[in-house]
């Protein structure tokens, strides 16, 4: 069986330093991921951490989905992207899943930036499989509506 990960791309019509931004800004999160609180300091062993209220609906395997994806930035680039290491989601219901790596990088194309955003790290579990499964409609649908946003 392969290792499930996250591997999602989205070519979004406007500078790589407006991209990076809305990665950070509060409110930018909350417009385009739908993020409750947010604590993320652009910077080498910043935090980097999300919240999201739990959901109405429950998964099956995970419970409500929602709640925080913490962990700690070890690499920022300014324009070009940053990585995410020691990170865990902590579900409103359930036990933690991680540890985790996420990594954003961008990549100038024209009048356009290609943002990818990539994730990795697995336990053999259930929970661990079908966590990838959410996430990769998940980060589609947000990297959609980060596209929106950024192109209005």
Do not use: C
Not at 15 to 25: E, L, N, W, Y
Not at 74 to 81: C, D, K, L
Not at 105 to 112: D, I, Q, R, S, W
Request: proline share 6%; hydrophobic share 45%; net charge neutral.
């Amino acid at each position: 069986m392969s290792v499930p990960s996250l591997d999602v791309t989205a070519v979004i019509a406007a500078p790589a330093g407006r991209v990076m931004k809305a990665f950070f800004d509060a409110g930018a999160l909350n417009a385009w991921w739908q993020v409750a609180h947010s604590v993320t300091t652009p910077r080498v062993l910043g935090p980097y951490a999300i919240e999201w209220a739990p959901t109405d609906f429950r998964d099956d395997v995970l419970g409500r989905l929602g709640g925080v994806f913490r962990g700690t930035i070890v690499t920022f680039q300014a324009g070009e992207g940053f990585f995410v290491a020691d990170a865990f989601w902590l579900p409103p219901d359930g036990e933690p899943i991680g540890p985790m790596a996420l990594e954003v990088t961008l990549k100038v194309e024209g009048n356009a930036t290609r943002v990818r955003v990539t994730q990795t790290g697995f336990e053999e579990s259930a929970r661990w499989r079908r966590y990838y499964e959410v996430i990769g409609f998940g980060w589609s649908r947000a990297l959609a509506s980060l596209k929106s946003l950024l192109e209005k």
